[in-house]
C-alpha cells in the first residue's frame, strides 16, 4: 500500500516533470542526526512512517545517512543499523555525502562547534537548542548567513507549535507590540495541577518526576531559565533585537504556595509562568515570572503540558498559537518540517530567500532593556499579619505614601493563633515603588512574614 | 526619524553586501493592486506605515505601482494619487512595470480572468477571495505550477490567522487527522451574543449588521456558505484533497433558537458554527453546522468576531491558531505577509520551492466525501411534546428501535397550556438511523413541532 502511494505520486510527478521541473527531482536529500536521544528517536520514527508522504511534498526522498550518538545502540526496525550509527558529532559534520544536518545534542558543546562546522562545510542546520540559540544565537545565525545557508529552529521554542515561522513570515508585515508566552510545559502542568488540586509544589513536582514531566534536576525549567532562553529568540523574531538571558528579569516557580493560587481564582485570576516581552519606544521589556492572568482570557484556559504564545501585533491585534511545547513527536513534527523546507530549497538549488529570523542578520540590533524597577502593572499582595485592630491602616498607608493604590482587599478569617492574610489587589504601579513600600511594611512589627506579590497581567 | 532607520538599515546593508549578497538589493519590487475597498485600503495603508521595516526585512522598498478599482478618488495622503490609479483590472494585469498583483476585488469574475492573465504573464498573485479558490483552486494552482509562479492566500482563510502557512509548512511533516475551525466571524459573533444574552438570531444578526459586524445581504455568512469555502482550501492543504463547496455539508445558524443555546450550556456545552474535515481511510468527511463544543474546550472559548482553527494531527497532537479572522487591518496584515514573501523570492530570482498548496498541484487527488447520512457524532436533541405521561417513553422507544441511545434527558418544568421541551442528549448514533428515528417521532400526535437536533463534537 505504502509503496503503491509512493508509486502513483512518483508517476504523477515523472509524467508532467517538464512543466512542473519544480517538483520532479530524484535524488535524495541527505540528513545526518546528531544525537539520538527522545527527540532524535522521534525524528527517526516520523521519517521513516512519512516517508511517502514526505516525497511526496517534495518530490524526492529524504534519507538519513548518518547518525551521530555516544550510546546509541542499532534499531534496524527504525533504520538505525550498524552502518549508519557512528560516535563523533564532528565526524558527521565533516562528511560530504550529508546536505543537512540536525543537532539534537542539545547544550553548549559540542553542538555549537558541530553547528558551525556543518555551515562552514556547506551543510544547513536544523536544531531544536533554544539554550545554544540565546547565548551564541548571533554567531550561529551570522555563520549562516555569510554561507547563505539555513537554520531551521521551529522546534526551539513552543515544541510543535509553529510560533517561529508565524513570526518569521505571517506577522512579518506587521509590528509586534507585545508577546505572552507560555512556554515551559513542564511548568504550566506543576501551575495546573497546584490549581485544581491545591496542592504544593513540591509535592506536584515530586508527580511530574515520577511520570517524566519533569526532568531528574528541574532547575532550567522550574527556576524560568528555559522560558527565559526561549524569550530571547522570540525577542529576536518579534523586534529584532538581540538579547541574551542573562538581560531576562527570571524567577520560577519554586516559591508559589497553593494559597495564593487559591487567592488569585478568588480574585478572578488564573497563575501562569510567563515569558513577557513588549516593545516602548526602542527599549525591551523582558521577564520570566509568575502571572495572574484573567480566569476569561485564552491563556488562562491553556492547561497541564501545553504551550500558548500569545501575541499583541499592530495591525494583527490578537493572535494566539497552542500545541504541545514538548514530547517526542509534538517536537518531532517542528524539526521535520524544517527538515523539508530546507530540503526543498537544497533541491531547487535556489539561493536563501529569507534570513532564518526575518530581519537580515546585520540589521539586528541591540535595545536598550527596562529594569525591572521600570515595569509598570498590577500587584496582588500577601501579607502575613497580627490579627489585631488597624493593621490594614498601617499598611495601606505606607502603600499610598509610596503611590500605590488600592483596588480591592480581601481579609480572611480570624485566626486562633498568629498571623493571618491580608490579601490585596493594587492598581498599576511602578514596581520600584512596590519594592520599596515592602521593605517599609516588612519592618511593621504587626507583620510575621516576609510580603508576598505576583504581578497581575490585567490588560492582555 | 523613519528616514534614519531606513538609512541606517540601508547602510548596514550595503556594508556587508558581499557577504550577504542575498539581503541586498536596490531595486523596487512593484505592486499592483485590483480593488481598493476596505482590505485594500488596509493594504495601503500597511505598505506605507510598515515601509521602513519592509526595507529592512526585505533589502529593498515594496512599491504601489498601480491601483486598478471601479469607483475609487485619489487620496494622496495615502499615496493614491490618480496617476496610479485606473479602472480595467485587466489593463493592471497586462502592465509591464509590475511584480506582483494583489487580487481584492472578491467575487468569481473578473477576479478569475485577472488572476489567470497575471500568472500567464510572469506575475505572482496574492488574493484574498476564498468562494474564487474554493471553486476553481485547481485551475489557478495549476496556472501557477506551469508558469512557476507563486499564489499567496494566507488572507483568504482566518484573515490574519496564519492558517495557510502553518498547514503548508509547520505541519508539512506530520499527518492530519482533522481539522475543527470557527471561520466565519460574523456567525461566531452573533453566536456569542445570543449566547450571553439570551437574544433571538434575528435581533443580534440587525445589531450587528448596524455594528458593520455582518453585510446588508447575509446570506453567504450566516447560511454557512463562506465557512464551506474556507473548508474545501483547509481541506486541500491538510489532506492533499480537492473538494468543492458543492460536496460540503452545508448548515448556517439561521434556525438557532436562544432555548437550545441556553440548554446546551446547561449540559455544558457552547454552540458554535464549526467547519470541520476528518480523513477516514482516504474518505473525507467534511461540514458545517451549528456545533456543540464542551464549554471547557479551547475552542468554546474563542468569542465574539474571533476565528480559531483546532488541528489534531498524528504526531503533533491537538494545536490551535486564533486570531481574527476579518476587518481591515488583520486581513491587510496576512495579504502585506504573503506580497513579502513572493518579494523576497522574486529579488533573488531563485526559481519558487514549494508548491502553494504545501502538496505539488499534479499530486492533488479527488477523494470520496462521505455523506452526512454515514456519519457518527452525538445528538443534542429537542422535542416539543404535550404535557402527559407517557412521552418520553414514546419517543425513547422510537430512538431504541434505530439503535440510538440515550445519555442524558432534561425535563422542562410543566406548562400551563401547550407543549414542554423534552431534551435529550444521546450516545453516539449514525445519522441516518437518526433522522429515520426523528422522521417516526414526529409522526407521533403528542408530538407538537418538528424536533430540533444539534450535533455534538465532545472528543475533539
Same mark, same amino acid.
Given at each position: &500500500?505504502?509503496?503503491?502511494?509512493?508509486?502513483?505520486?512518483?508517476?504523477?510527478?515523472?509524467?508532467?516533470?517538464?512543466?512542473?521541473?519544480?517538483?520532479?527531482?530524484?535524488?535524495?536529500?541527505?540528513?545526518?542526526?546528531?544525537?539520538?536521544?527522545?527527540?532524535?528517536?522521534?525524528?527517526?520514527?516520523?521519517?521513516?512512517?512519512?516517508?511517502?508522504?514526505?516525497?511526496?511534498?517534495?518530490?524526492?526522498?529524504?534519507?538519513?545517512?548518518?547518525?551521530?550518538?555516544? @550510546?546509541?545502540?542499532?534499531?534496524?526496525?527504525?533504520?538505525?543499523?550498524?552502518?549508519?550509527?557512528?560516535?563523533?558529532?564532528?565526524?558527521?559534520?565533516?562528511?560530504?555525502?550529508?546536505?543537512?544536518?540536525?543537532?539534537?545534542?542539545?547544550?553548549?558543546?559540542?553542538?555549537?562547534?558541530?553547528?558551525?562546522k556543518a555551515l562552514a562545510s556547506g551543510k544547513d542546520v536544523v536544531t531544536a537548542n533554544k539554550a545554544l540559540l540565546a547565548e551564541d544565537g548571533e554567531r550561529i545565525f551570522r555563520a549562516a548567513a555569510e554561507?547563505?545557508?539555513?537554520?531551521?529552529?521551529?522546534? @526551539?521554542?513552543?515544541?510543535?507549535?509553529?510560533?517561529?515561522?508565524?513570526?518569521?513570515?505571517?506577522?512579518?508585515?506587521?509590528?509586534?507590540?507585545?508577546?505572552?508566552?507560555?512556554?515551559?510545559?513542564?511548568?504550566?502542568?506543576?501551575?495546573?495541577?497546584?490549581?485544581?488540586?491545591?496542592?504544593?509544589? @513540591?509535592?506536584?513536582?515530586?508527580?511530574?518526576?515520577?511520570?517524566?514531566?519533569?526532568?531528574?534536576?528541574?532547575?532550567?525549567?522550574?527556576?524560568?531559565?528555559?522560558?527565559?532562553?526561549?524569550?530571547?529568540?522570540?525577542?529576536?523574531?518579534?523586534?529584532?533585537?538581540?538579547?541574551?538571558?542573562?538581560?531576562?528579569?527570571?524567577?520560577?516557580?519554586?516559591?508559589? +504556595?497553593?494559597?495564593?493560587?487559591?487567592?488569585?481564582?478568588?480574585?478572578?485570576?488564573?497563575?501562569?509562568?510567563?515569558?513577557?516581552?513588549?516593545?516602548?519606544?526602542?527599549?525591551?521589556?523582558?521577564?520570566?515570572?509568575?502571572?495572574?492572568?484573567?480566569? @476569561?482570557?485564552?491563556?488562562?484556559?491553556?492547561?497541564?503540558?501545553?504551550?500558548?504564545?500569545?501575541?499583541?501585533?499592530?495591525?494583527?491585534?490578537?493572535? &494566539?498559537?497552542?500545541?504541545?511545547?514538548?514530547?517526542?513527536?509534538?517536537?518531532?513534527?517542528?524539526?521535520?518540517?524544517?527538515?523539508?523546507?530546507?530540503?526543498?530549497?537544497?533541491?531547487?538549488?535556489?539561493?536563501?530567500?529569507?534570513?532564518?529570523?526575518?530581519?537580515?542578520?546585520?540589521?539586528?540590533?541591540?535595545?536598550?532593556?527596562?529594569?525591572?524597577? +521600570?515595569?509598570?502593572?498590577?500587584?496582588?499582595?500577601?501579607?502575613?499579619?497580627?490579627?489585631?485592630?488597624?493593621v490594614l491602616g498601617k499598611i495601606a498607608s505606607i502603600l499610598g505614601r509610596h503611590r500605590i493604590s488600592i483596588a480591592s482587599v480581601i481579609q480572611r478569617e480570624r485566626a486562633t493563633v498568629g498571623a493571618v492574610?491580608?490579601?490585596?489587589?493594587?492598581?498599576?504601579?511602578?514596581?520600584?515603588?512596590?519594592?520599596?513600600?515592602?521593605?517599609?511594611?516588612?519592618?511593621?512589627?504587626?507583620?510575621?512574614?516576609?510580603?508576598?506579590?505576583?504581578?497581575?497581567?490585567?490588560?492582555?
Amino acid at each position: &500500500m505504502k509503496a503503491l502511494l509512493y508509486k502513483s505520486a512518483t508517476k504523477q510527478i515523472t509524467g508532467e516533470a517538464k512543466a512542473l521541473a519544480f517538483e520532479s527531482f530524484s535524488r535524495p536529500v541527505r540528513i545526518g542526526l546528531l544525537g539520538c536521544g527522545t527527540v532524535g528517536t522521534g525524528v527517526v520514527k516520523l521519517l521513516r512512517k512519512n516517508a511517502d508522504l514526505l516525497a511526496r511534498k517534495l518530490g524526492a526522498p529524504l534519507k538519513l545517512v548518518a547518525v551521530a550518538d555516544r @550510546s546509541l545502540k542499532p534499531q534496524p526496525e527504525l533504520g538505525l543499523t550498524s552502518s549508519i550509527i557512528i560516535r563523533d558529532p564532528l565526524e558527521l559534520v565533516a562528511r560530504d555525502d550529508i546536505d543537512i544536518v540536525v543537532e539534537l545534542l542539545g547544550g553548549r558543546e559540542p553542538a555549537r562547534t558541530a553547528i558551525l562546522k556543518a555551515l562552514a562545510s556547506g551543510k544547513d542546520v536544523v536544531t531544536a537548542n533554544k539554550a545554544l540559540l540565546a547565548e551564541d544565537g548571533e554567531r550561529i545565525f551570522r555563520a549562516a548567513a555569510e554561507h547563505q545557508l539555513a537554520v531551521g529552529f521551529e522546534a @526551539s521554542v513552543g515544541g510543535g507549535v509553529p510560533i517561529i515561522r508565524t513570526l518569521r513570515e505571517a506577522l512579518a508585515g506587521d509590528r509586534q507590540r507585545a508577546v505572552y508566552g507560555i512556554v515551559n510545559g513542564t511548568c504550566n502542568y506543576i501551575l495546573t495541577r497546584m490549581s485544581e488540586e491545591g496542592k504544593e509544589f @513540591s509535592e506536584v513536582l515530586k508527580q511530574a518526576q515520577r511520570q517524566g514531566l519533569a526532568e531528574a534536576d528541574p532547575t532550567l525549567d522550574v527556576e524560568g531559565h528555559d522560558a527565559a532562553h526561549k524569550l530571547c529568540i522570540l525577542v529576536t523574531l518579534a523586534f529584532g533585537v538581540l538579547l541574551k538571558p542573562k538581560q531576562v528579569y527570571t524567577q520560577g516557580i519554586t516559591a508559589l +504556595e497553593p494559597q495564593d493560587i487559591a487567592c488569585a481564582r478568588e480574585l478572578g485570576f488564573a497563575v501562569k509562568l510567563l515569558a513577557i516581552a513588549k516593545e516602548d519606544n526602542g527599549a525591551i521589556e523582558a521577564r520570566v515570572h509568575p502571572t495572574m492572568t484573567p480566569v @476569561s482570557h485564552l491563556l488562562s484556559s491553556v492547561k497541564g503540558a501545553f504551550n500558548a504564545i500569545y501575541i499583541q501585533s499592530e495591525a494583527l491585534g490578537s493572535s &494566539m498559537y497552542f500545541g504541545l511545547g514538548a514530547g517526542q513527536m509534538p517536537t518531532a513534527s517542528a524539526v521535520v518540517a524544517d527538515i523539508l523546507e530546507i530540503a526543498r530549497r537544497r533541491l531547487t538549488a535556489t539561493r536563501l530567500v529569507a534570513s532564518p529570523l526575518g530581519y537580515p542578520v546585520q540589521t539586528l540590533r541591540a535595545a536598550p532593556v527596562k529594569p525591572i524597577e +521600570e515595569i509598570v502593572c498590577q500587584y496582588y499582595l500577601r501579607f502575613m499579619a497580627a490579627d489585631q485592630p488597624g493593621v490594614l491602616g498601617k499598611i495601606a498607608s505606607i502603600l499610598g505614601r509610596h503611590r500605590i493604590s488600592i483596588a480591592s482587599v480581601i481579609q480572611r478569617e480570624r485566626a486562633t493563633v498568629g498571623a493571618v492574610p491580608v490579601i490585596m489587589r493594587t492598581h498599576e504601579a511602578r514596581e520600584k515603588n512596590l519594592r520599596m513600600a515592602l521593605r517599609e511594611i516588612q519592618r511593621l512589627s504587626v507583620v510575621k512574614a516576609p510580603p508576598v506579590f505576583i504581578r497581575i497581567e490585567e490588560n492582555l
